[in-house]
């Protein structure tokens, strides 16, 4: 009999004591909206901007309802306005092209590297079609930051980073989120940090800040921000930004806080288990494991696995032989989208684009996530399993 694995790939930790106390708290007290607090009283949603600001070294903070909505904001914010062109990765997931959409603008994709990367001479290449361009850290992989915006800086090119997959990860030590214009994270329960849904969005920048909180839905409370610009940064922003109702609120902000103080040790926990699994699937043949850079701190809260230039059907078959076998691998090859796994020509809102370079690669991600409820016995086992049914699968095909 081969060896089965019987966890859950969808089953997170539960939350940690002082966030469950903090959330009775606020429950107890009833003040769940961000801007209803007691006199003298600092809110949670405003502890946790101004914490997280202070996390990762930026100026502002806005705690908004999700990911998708702090991307949304940022295009907004940076004044991305109906019918104009922004450049993202073709790797990525649909919140990614969706808040390209939800402003009305039109998403240009650029191409993946085999390191599973944005391709900066694709990016190079494109420049002159956009102004803005969404950088998404899909599944936590970093490009070359500094060779990024050093393209970005001279074709006068906005960055805003998508961090849903690298809170808690740098470049050369610079936390992900902060070399753009933007940094925004998300805080639903498969990311680094769990609130059911939330977001964050940083900025150095006072005026994307100001029209960010108004846009977010702070009516004239804005002062009640700690993490935000000083008044003045609101002058005019305050009379010419629409509100799009998406704040966060003190619950989920109150069991976020205690989350981040443990962010850390946390992504410690998730490497060691990454580097089980990337152990033990090395020198596999048929298969490549993604190598990070030096210069790279990375969150290994997922791993993928690179079976380039496979038939489908044989990829198809690894896919159904480790299912069989209690370990579930997501293929971005189908033609058809597939729960969260998606490709950007799955995107038909957006005009259709050639990536024939794209294709190749996309056609042999197979991706798996690691949660922190698996030990590290649980990550060997898991190794092997998908050793044994690759080597089987590629001996069988060659
Ligand atoms: C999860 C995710 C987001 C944002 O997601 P929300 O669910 O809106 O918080 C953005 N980009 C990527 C790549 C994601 O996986």
Known sequence: MSEKFTG??????????AAIEAALNVMRHGRLHRYNVAEGELGETALLEQEFAAQVGAKYCLAVA??????ATALRAVGVKHGDRV?????????????????????????????????????????????????????GHLCDMDRLMQICDNAGIIVIEDCAHTMGAAWNGVPSGRQGSVGCYSCQTYKHVNSGEGGLFVTDDAEIAARA?????SYMLFERHLAAPPAEAFEQVKFETPNISGRMDNLRAAILRPQLRDLETQVARWNARYQVIEAGL????????????????YVGSSIQLLLLDWAADALQEVIARCAARGVELKWFGPPEPVAFTSRYDSWRYAKAQSLPKSDRILAGIVDMRVPLTFSLEDCAQIARIIQAEVSAVFQAAS
């Open 8 to 17: 859950s790939f969808t089953q997170q930790e539960a939350l940690p004591e």
């Open 66 to 71: 999700s990911g998708g909505y702090a991307m």
């Open 87 to 139: 450049l993202t990765n073709a790797f990525t997931l649909a919140p990614v092209p969706g808040s390209i959409a939800s402003v009305g603008a039109e998403p240009v994709f650029v191409d993946v590297t085999e390191n599973l990367t944005i391709d900066l001479e694709d990016l190079a290449a494109k420049a002159d079609q956009a102004k803005v361009l969404m950088l998404s850290h899909m599944r």
């Open 213 to 217: 909180i108004m846009l977010s839905g």
């Open 282 to 297: 090395r020198d596999t043949p048929g298969l490549t494991v993604v190598e990070r850079p030096e210069a790279e701190t």
